[in-house]
């Protein structure tokens, strides 16, 4: 199977008269973790809802294997092979978490072992399958919605804010479960405001800032030089530790 390519280009968003995204792009490959960061209100969330054609962009490229997704309506996106997992997880309170799943399987038609994959990734969310969304932990509700991407069966995975208010092993769980998608070859993008959360899974670090890409670097460059960090989003001493 060949490696799956996906490139975002060109974004411009508004929202109204206020531009959101300015010419903002990111290349990304399978089995690879690009993680975007940048500050409350630099325009990542905009930026995955971009993609995701929730909210259209005056203009852009998205290509995805070599076909230009860009402009075509929100629902296609996800059966193109595109998963989401939303800041705030966005999941359907009254449903329970098997019919939470079953609309991830049903975006592309996916068969059972895509269920079964996901559902061993968290194992947690076996022993829950008729209880109402709404009533699971705030780690539960982030490994559901991280499930129901995984239901889609995607070639690309767009996490926004994962283990945002989550305890450390429910972070854990999402980390772990996130190595194993790259594993499986899965383009992972993920979306952080504190660098400390992706620095042991990310392959590469965008810095985002009014809207559009400052700088990207490789792990390693990052990992020598944590001052880049300083340079880009504000981080704390403690975070460097
Ligand atoms: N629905 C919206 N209507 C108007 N402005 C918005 C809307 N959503 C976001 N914005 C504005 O766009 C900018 C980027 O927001 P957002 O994409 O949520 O950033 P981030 O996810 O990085 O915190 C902010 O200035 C925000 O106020
Ligand atoms: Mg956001």
């Known amino acids: 199977m060949s490696v799956t390519q996906f490139k975002v280009e060109g974004f411009n968003t508004f929202y109204g008269r206020s531009q959101a995204l300015r010419d903002f792009g990111f290349e990304l490959k399978g089995g690879e973790v690009?993680?975007?960061l940048g500050r409350n209100g630099a325009g990542k969330t905009t930026a995955l809802q971009s993609v995701m054609g929730t909210?259209?962009?005056?203009?852009?490229?998205?290509m995805l294997n070599g076909e230009n997704l860009f402009g075509l309506p929100a629902k296609e996106i996800p059966r193109r092979g595109i998963g989401y997992v939303p800041q705030g997880r966005r999941l359907f309170a009254e449903l329970t978490v098997a019919e939470n799943l079953e609309i991830g399987l049903q975006t592309r038609k996916a068969g059972r072992e895509v269920l079964d994959y996901a559902l061993d990734l968290f194992p947690v969310l076996k022993e829950r399958?008729?209880?109402?969304?709404?009533?699971?932990?705030?780690g539960e509700q982030?490994?559901?919605s991280m499930a129901r991407a995984?239901?889609?069966?995607?070639?690309?995975?767009?996490?926004d804010e994962p283990t945002e208010g989550l305890m450390p092993s429910a972070i854990a769980s999402i980390r772990e479960a996130l190595v194993k998608l790259r594993?499986?070859?899965?383009?992972?993008?993920l979306v952080?405001?504190?660098v400390d959360a992706v620095l042991p899974i990310a392959d590469r670090v965008a810095f985002m800032d009014h809207g559009?890409?400052?700088?990207?670097f490789g792990i390693d460059e990052v990992r020598n030089d944590l001052s880049l960090l300083h340079q880009y989003v504000g981080v704390s001493d403690k975070a460097k530790a």
């Open 34 to 36: 690009l993680c975007l």
């Open 55 to 62: 909210v259209k962009p005056a203009s852009g490229q998205l």
């Open 129 to 138: 399958m008729d209880q109402r969304s709404g009533t699971l932990s705030g």
């Open 142 to 144: 982030s490994m559901l």
């Open 150 to 159: 995984m239901c889609v069966d995607p070639l690309v995975m767009m996490l």
């Open 183 to 189: 594993a499986s070859g899965v383009a992972i993008l």
């Open 192 to 194: 952080e405001q504190r």
């Open 212 to 216: 559009r890409i400052k700088a990207e």
